[in-house]
């Protein structure tokens, strides 16, 4: 007779995750949610935090979680390859990086705003930057959505989950406590450049060949056994060299996706993939403590707000200046109106380090359910909304978004050749230039008003005035360098936007300088944005949004002013050719 033995504790905490993670994800379907809102339910019910009598261990579970983010992030590397990044193009990447910015710089602020730390606040305008590619490409699934939104959406998440890569990178020095003065800064960017170059090197002259001639020599089995354990290595060395698991995870899914080998490696993976990532969402369930929520909830209702109405609002910008119509850029705002897998991802590294608080999870869970409830409504109403917008549109904006689309489609339609381009690259290497020497300025501005504002005080001058006067200073020293920035971006646009017009034939009058004028703004978004993101914890808290409601105010009169030039331009085109069109019928009466 066999004795009776006590089961491993881990198997015992597995069995109850998935079995409860069932039990939920049945419900959920059954009432048509997303299976996510059931793991984070499942989470939830074994968790710590409910009187429930299923309690499952949560350093075994948060292990086990562990493998999700690895698999997961593996998989987003096999989906992410150097030409797909090549291929989303420009218009993917002003959207990406447009909402990315915005979103990060106002998460921050709401954070501070709700009173929370720099730190986790820092990760909190993190955490709603990204959108969920699992989320969306969900929704697409189901309302079959196809053509050039899906394109144009799917693009942008790519150029996103890069982000979110060099967003973990840097949170993980920020959070480490290296990551807010500048030559800690400079070292870790140094490091982390130096860690991508050497592991892509090695990556894609040996490992990417060695893949190649295992899918094509070995058994499945084998194959599946290779990849994993270079996954497995790659986590491994990454966090030994003091980066996330994640990076290291993707940095191997890159390679194998380089292989050409991806797909059958996608096949073998998925199943582990799901089982691993639904064990991952559940350890954030259990992390939810539903006794945060109401003290928190001016937080809940900001943070819901901000990624509803922000995020819908900058990507549909991004996919205006890039020259979308008004309907494909509602749309692709409706699209990425949510956050997800990375957020949760970006929180459990923030608690790994201990700089975020326990009223962080429970906003980001409420959060992702409630948006992730509203992405295929928002979806399916954003046409008629589109519709709605067009026709209350003042006539000169609809000429302007017009004659933008067409110049910008006819720019698109120019083989890209190296040669034509290439009287821009001395501009965009002096717009580098002056953004970093804006950084170093307000860098060593901080670095100033912490040694200066003491003194300044001692000799009775008030705190207040004190830190007006000391960036005062920083800022006359920096506006040099804006002044550089501007002269470089409209360089470049106006470079670019007589390309347009030549490309498309419409060489009226003013529809050049419109065209310029967007670009401009659409330059300037995807340099000014990620800049303040990157800047705001050294900056006063109430200094950049008052800039920012000046900078608006400006950009608004000028958009005025050239969608006035651009009505006048077609007016006194149409009357012209009335006149000419009268001329021609008077002449050829016989009278």
Known sequence: MIAATTPPGILVDLATVLGVAALTTVACQRFRLPVVVGYLLAGLIIGPHLPVPLVADQANVHTLSELGVIFLMFSLGLEFSLKKLLRAGPPAALVAIIQAGFMTWAGYLVGRLVGWGAIES???????????????????????????????????????DLLAILMLTLLTAIGSGSGLSLPA???????????LVGVMAVGLWV?????????????????????????????LLAAKAGYSVALGAFL??????????????????????????????????????????????????????????????????????????????????????????????IASLGQSLGVIGPALFPVLVATCAWTTLTTPLLIQHSE?????????????????????????????????????????????????????????????????????????????????MAEYLVWLAVGGIALRFLFGMVKQIRRIARSIAATATQASGDTAEGVEDAIRFVIELGLGAMVALPMVAILQPLLPTSLVPALA??????????????????QRTWLEGTEGLVQRRRAGDSSKDPR
């Not at 820092?122 to 959108?131: D, H, V, W």
């Not at 800064?185 to 860690?195: A, S």
Request: hydrophobic residues 55%; positive net charge.
């Open 252 to 345: 191997a899914g890159m390679i194998v996706a380089e292989s050409g080998r991806e797909r059958k490696v996608e096949h073998l993976v998925l199943p582990l993939r799901d089982m691993f990532v639904a064990v991952f969402f559940v350890s954030i369930g259990m992390l939810i403590d539903p006794g945060q929520l109401p003290p928190n909830w001016k937080a809940l209702l900001a943070f819901g707000a901000l990624v509803l109405i922000g995020k819908f609002a900058s990507a549909s910008l991004g996919a205006l200046i890039g020259g979308n119509s008004l309907r494909i850029s509602l749309r692709t705002g409706a699209s990425l109106a949510q956050i997800g897998e990375f957020s949760f991802i």
């Open 384 to 464: 008629s909304l589109a519709d709605r917008i067009e026709q209350r549109l003042p006539r000169s904006f609809r000429h302007f978004l017009m004659h933008h689309r067409a110049a910008t489609g006819h720019l698109r339609a120019i083989p890209f050749r190296k040669a034509a381009w290439r009287h821009l690259h001395r501009p965009f290497r002096y717009l580098l230039l002056d953004s970093l020497l804006v950084a170093v300025s307000v860098a060593l501005g901080a670095l100033v008003h912490r040694q200066l504002t003491p003194l300044l005080e001692r000799r009775g001058i008030s705190p207040a």
């Open 185 to 195: 800064l400079v070292i870790t960017v140094g490091k982390l450049l130096g860690f």
């Open 207 to 235: 490992l990417a060949r060695f893949i190649r001639w295992v899918a094509d020599s070995g058994s499945s089995e084998t194959l599946l056994v290779t990849v994993v354990g270079l996954c497995f290595g790659f986590s």
């Open 122 to 160: 820092i990760f909190a305008g993190a955490a709603l930057a990204i959108s969920s590619t699992m989320i969306i490409a969900r929704a697409f699934e189901n309302l079959r959505i196809k053509g050039p939104l899906a394109e144009l959406v799917l693009s942008t998440l790519i150029v996103e």
């Open 549 to 566: 409601l000046a900078i608006m105010l400006a950009v608004g009169f000028r958009l005025w002013q050239r969608m006035g030039a651009i």
